[in-house]
């Protein structure tokens, strides 16, 4: 899972690339929650910071910051650029959307089949599985959870405000004011 600080610096990445915009407009037009979205964003690309220089990751594999997956989105990934972020979000967007229907909702569920695809997930539930154990990493919904609760923090959607959040802008404000200071007085 990423630190705050490392999400804090996806965050800054998706506002200077002008993609928060993208983000929203998903959120909205999808009824899917942007934190969440940005978190699966997080996970896949760490927002597209992790992306090789032709917009893809996962071998060449996925494509674009929400890592649409060439093998199991063929139509999509053969009419689209992975640098189109916009395209690639909403269709990012798009999909969560389907797989919350197809699992009456169940977050949990649907995030995971985002990674690991809905049969496999389907498959584990018939099994008495968690929906995790056929993800990546075999954590990924509940990775996917606590980078929301960390993004919602840092983007102040969170009702728990951790103390980090302002730790470490104080921190700094406090290092450049001594800083600036200790070389005023090294000048005189």
């Known amino acids: 899972m990423g630190s705050s600080i ?11 690339r002008g993609l928060m915009p993208y983000f ?6 999808y009824g899917i929650s942007l ?10 690309s760490r927002m597209g910071l992790a992306l090789s220089a032709d917009g893809t990751g996962d071998q060449g594999n996925g494509i674009g910051i929400m890592q649409i997956d060439r093998r199991y989105h063929p139509g999509f990934t053969g009419r689209h650029s992975p640098l189109d972020h916009q395209a690639n979000i909403d269709y990012g967007a798009e999909y969560l959307a389907k ?6 909702g ?7 089949a985002y990674n690991a ?4 997930v389907r498959t584990a539930i018939y099994a008495g599985l968690p929906p995790d154990s056929v993800t990546t990493g075999g954590d990924y919904s509940r990775d996917i959870r606590q980078r929301k609760q960390q993004i919602g923090q840092l983007l ?9 959040v302002y730790v470490l802008p104080i921190a700094f404000i406090t290092l450049a004011t001594y800083n600036h200071l200790t070389q005023k007085n090294n000048e005189h």
Not at 117 to 120: A, C, D, Q, R, V
Request: proline share 2%; aromatic share 4%; no cysteine.
């Open 99 to 104: 797989l919350l229907r197809q699992f009456n």
């Open 6 to 16: 490392s999400l804090s610096t996806e965050l800054t990445y998706v506002r200077l």
């Open 35 to 44: 934190i969440l979205l940005l978190a699966i964003a997080s996970r896949e």
């Open 117 to 120: 695809g809905p049969n496999k």
């Open 156 to 164: 102040g959607l969170s009702k728990a405000t951790s103390l980090s």
């Open 24 to 29: 929203s407009q998903a959120s909205k037009q």
């Open 106 to 112: 169940n977050t949990t569920r649907a995030v995971a």
